[in-house]
């Protein structure tokens, strides 16, 4: 009896097993018709795709693309968002180790170098590190393959877009920056050869509304406000002074300022009366259908930029303006705007042409006036850079140079710059955080006698070449800046 029970407890725990393993196939659906989904492995789910040919000068091209629309547009989120989606897509294809892969590595490295300065510590030189290593890539692949038809993108597309994404990691949610350029005119003087007028090369080029300032976009794009000296009439008055160095722009030309993100201009010079009253008021007509805010003498600027006041004076006081009569309007009027929560910037249209050091009366006028409350002296006029002094840890900017300078057909002076200021307000008080400068020269067809009227922000040993040059002639001054913040994000060669 015994053995028979044990006998049939064996056969039923066989078969609660059968139908265990039942149930088992039934719900994992093996065994059964009905298609079950297949969660894919992890090595599935990260396999690569193919890099091909077609592929590789696609993905090329759209990276020039996007880092030109990073240049021009100062560093914008949209840019962003494109370089971030292009440099994604790079990571999906498979990279070998062949000439094909190394390019596309060092290309995607590159990119990523350049997003990278959009965070404020990023190493300045990170592009230099990686960049040469992009060309010669690039040489090995052409080498092994010509077909590719592929072209280096230019240096200096690599630069501007460098330049904005790192002015974007350098910005501060409590501070303002402002760009400042020098001497600026549409118009060339009748005497110039037809083919150095503006009209002529602009013409020529066939130029929009933003050739004149299409390399300063970075810079123009990627600040709170940009400020030129309008050195010119804007308007189609014949009649005239009777004066050697007669300049006018037309007013369509105003255009160029809002369409390279160009705020406001200062009309306190020598230029903006050449063509009499009548001349002026089409130029203030001009910027005012463009949007642009204009200030002069007796007429000053003030513009909140974020949540600080900015006074913007201008004063037209070349030598023979250079009594003390002249220097108590400044004075008066410093006094009269100037509050410890705001910023008073002066525009001194001053000095003596080509010289590269201060007049006296230069100096005595920027002491004062810093002396009296304002945060930072301007100049231009002089039609080439002059000395830098820090006076009581303010600055005096003596000139600027030409910038974009329509009167300059055969470039007397290509050496430029784009003056930076940042400032902020702290404990209720506007204090300077910074001055930065992009060295520039005057022109972009590599010319040293025929002006194209492109300003050219430039990197390496051209820039250098100008930074030197501030630090010469600061240096013979007293209180002379003989160092400078710049952005160059190569290597010395």
């Known amino acids: 009896m015994m053995k028979r029970k044990l006998r049939k407890r064996g056969w039923l725990a066989i078969a609660v097993l059968l139908i265990g393993v039942g149930v088992i196939f039934f719900i994992t659906g093996k065994g059964s018709s009905t298609p079950v989904s297949v969660v894919p492995s992890e090595n599935k789910r990260a396999e690569k795709q193919v890099l091909t040919k077609e592929v590789t000068v696609k993905l090329s091209k759209e990276a020039a693309e996007i880092l030109k629309f990073a240049a021009s547009s100062g560093g914008s989120t949209e840019s962003k968002q494109k370089m971030n989606q292009l440099i994604s897509r790079i990571n999906q294809y498979e990279i070998k180790d062949d000439s094909l892969g190394q390019y596309m590595n060092m290309l995607n490295s590159s990119l990523k170098a350049v997003d990278s300065y959009r965070e404020e510590h990023t190493d300045e030189k990170v592009l230099g590190q990686v960049y040469p290593n992009y060309r010669t890539a690039l040489e090995q692949l052409i ?103 007669r300049i006018k722009s037309h007013p369509k030309y105003a255009a160029f300022l809002p369409a390279s993100g160009i705020e406001a201009a200062n009309l306190a010079n020598n230029h903006t009366m050449d063509y009499f009253e009548a001349g002026y008021r089409d130029t203030l007509n001009a910027f005012k259908e463009q949007g642009v805010a204009v200030f002069n003498e007796d007429m000053p600027l003030i513009v909140n930029i974020k949540d600080i006041e900015t006074v913007f004076l201008g004063y037209d006081y070349r030598y023979r303006k250079s009594a003390d009569s002249y220097l108590s309007n400044i004075i008066r009027d410093v006094k009269k705007y100037k509050r410890k929560d705001n910023l008073v910037i002066v525009n001194m249209h001053w000095g003596i042409e080509y010289m590269e050091t201060p007049a006296f009366y230069q100096t005595k006028f920027g002491h004062a006036a810093l002396d009296a409350g304002a945060d930072i002296i301007i100049g231009h006029h002089p039609h080439r850079l002059q000395s830098i002094e820090n006076y009581n840890g303010k600055y005096i900017v003596y000139s600027m140079g030409d910038y974009a300078f329509g009167a300059d057909p055969t470039l007397k002076s290509r050496q430029t710059a784009i003056f930076r200021l940042t400032f902020a307000k702290e404990d209720d008080t506007v204090v ?62």
């Open 432 to 493: 300077m955080k910074g001055l930065r400068i992009v060295p520039t020269l005057e022109n972009s067809n590599d010319s040293e006698t025929e002006n194209n009227y492109q300003p050219l922000p430039v990197f390496g040993e051209k820039a250098k070449e100008i930074l030197d040059e501030l630090i010469r002639i600061s240096s013979l001054i007293p209180n002379g800046v003989v160092e400078f913040d710049y952005f160059d994000p190569f290597l010395e060669e």
């Open 143 to 245: 080498k092994a393959d010509p077909s590719y038809g592929l072209e280096e993108i230019d240096p200096y597309i690599w630069f501007y877009a460098s330049a904005a994404n790192y002015e974007q990691g350098q910005r501060k949610p409590e501070e303002i920056t402002i760009s400042m350029v020098g001497d600026n005119s549409f118009g060339t003087y009748p005497e110039a050869p037809e083919h150095l007028q503006f009209d002529y090369v602009f013409e020529k080029n066939k130029g929009d509304n933003q050739y004149v300032f299409k390399n300063s976009l970075p810079w123009f794009n990627s600040d709170d406000y940009t400020v030129i000296n309008a050195e010119s009439a804007f308007t189609t008055e014949t009649k005239a002074q009777e004066k050697m160095w």
